[in-house]
């Protein structure tokens, strides 16, 4: 296979658009599940253009981590408003919130926690697989009176579909896009269903979450990995340290412990958003090879989500996409360098 030509990736997108702006919207199924197809694209696909086969299970624990956050009442808005968990549909709450809502209370707000519950979390997975089955898989290309199977062959039922040629290329090019479209498109659908509860408070944050989320326990763990020295200077943390996303969450909202490093102040202003340059992704990938099982012990520990291989294969996506852009990468302070293939003998091809 080969990858998708200008004019097909372009219709990729206007037809991710009719979706969002023609698609018939009860419930906030359809935007979750255009997600969770574009991070499983970006974490277990290529940019080959080949097709890609899954089943409703491999994307529901993708599924609940976009209602785990959106789970809890919301108390930001108009004051004089009963506080309450935001509908997600023009009835009552969609099911799997529902059961979502549940669990966050069972486990105290812990996702990690609730992972760990095999039994618990198994029955959870089964039943919002089953749920994307149901309702959302072959209602989403539907598109007024037309169906417009772009994605993947309109079956009808059934928990399996082959992603069509191109489509992963597309998901993983384009991932920045979607997602903002995506979550555009649902913020706006939650504000319509919630009139009476939302003031002037920033929703994004509340629905998606915001960079610098605030992890028990984690400066201490990096602190001790690395020595007491910022990740990208090497000098001496004097005070606590900036937690820096090494991947940037700007480029995928990733909140697993290995993607975390510990940095100067002045360091993580002045990588900001870009990715970091070969010398740095070397010791990063060192640092969760050495280290990578212990840190995962000490997340565990502190009910931090981890996942090393799907970190790594973010991150070869992350600077793939940057190879193909022709972006710049951070080395330190003002100094920024062209992307080349360098970073691939670190990653591997």
């Known amino acids: 296979m080969t990858m998708p030509a200008a004019e097909e990736q372009l219709k990729f ?16 199924y359809k935007f979750a599940l255009i997600m969770s197809l574009a991070d499983y694209a970006v974490e277990n696909g290529d940019d080959s253009g080949d097709p890609l086969q899954l089943t409703t299970r491999n994307i529901a624990e993708s599924f609940v981590e976009y209602y785990w956050r959106q789970a809890v009442p919301y108390a930001h808005g108009n004051l004089q408003a009963p506080v309450r968990v935001l509908k997600q549909g023009t009835g009552q709450q ?15 707000g812990s996702l ?13 997975l089964i039943k919002v697989a089953a749920t994307i089955a149901q309702m959302p898989l072959w209602k989403l290309q539907v598109v007024g009176r037309s169906i ?13 579909i082959s992603l069509q040629p191109g489509v992963v290329y597309n998901f993983r090019r384009f991932y920045d896009l ?14 319509m269903l919630n009139v009476d509860l939302l003031g002037e408070s920033d929703l994004a944050e509340f629905l998606f979450g915001a960079e610098r989320t605030v992890l028990p326990g984690l400066r201490a763990v990096l602190k001790d990995v690395q020595a007491d020295d910022c990740f990208y200077c090497k000098g001496r943390l004097r005070e606590g340290g900036d937690i820096d996303h090494f991947v940037p969450w ?20 002045s990588k900001r958003d870009f990715l970091a340059a070969p010398f740095h992704l070397e010791n990063w990938q060192k640092r969760n ?14 009910s931090i989500l981890h996942n090393l291989d799907a970190t ?36 591997g091809t």
């Open 289 to 302: 090879q050495i280290h990578g099982k212990a840190l995962a012990q000490e997340f565990d520990a502190r």
């Open 250 to 269: 700007s480029r995928y909202p990733l909140d697993l412990g290995h993607n975390f490093v510990l940095a100067h102040s002045v360091c993580n202003r």
């Open 112 to 124: 990690s926690a609730a992972r760990k519950d095999a039994k618990v979390w198994d029955a959870l």
């Open 94 to 108: 969609p099911v799997v919130l529902s059961r979502i809502m549940d669990l966050h209370n069972l486990f105290n």
């Open 312 to 347: 790594e294969k973010i991150a070869f996506w992350a600077y793939s996409q940057a190879e193909t852009a022709g972006s710049n990468l951070w080395f330190r302070k003002d100094d920024v360098m062209p992307i080349d293939q360098s970073w691939r003998q670190v990653l």
């Open 178 to 191: 979607i997602r903002n479209l995506v979550q555009g498109a649902w913020i706006r659908h939650v504000r």
């Open 13 to 28: 997108i206007t037809n991710i658009q009719r979706v969002l702006e023609e698609g018939s919207f009860v419930a906030t």
């Open 148 to 160: 417009v199977p772009f994605l993947y062959e309109q079956n009808g039922n059934g928990n399996a």
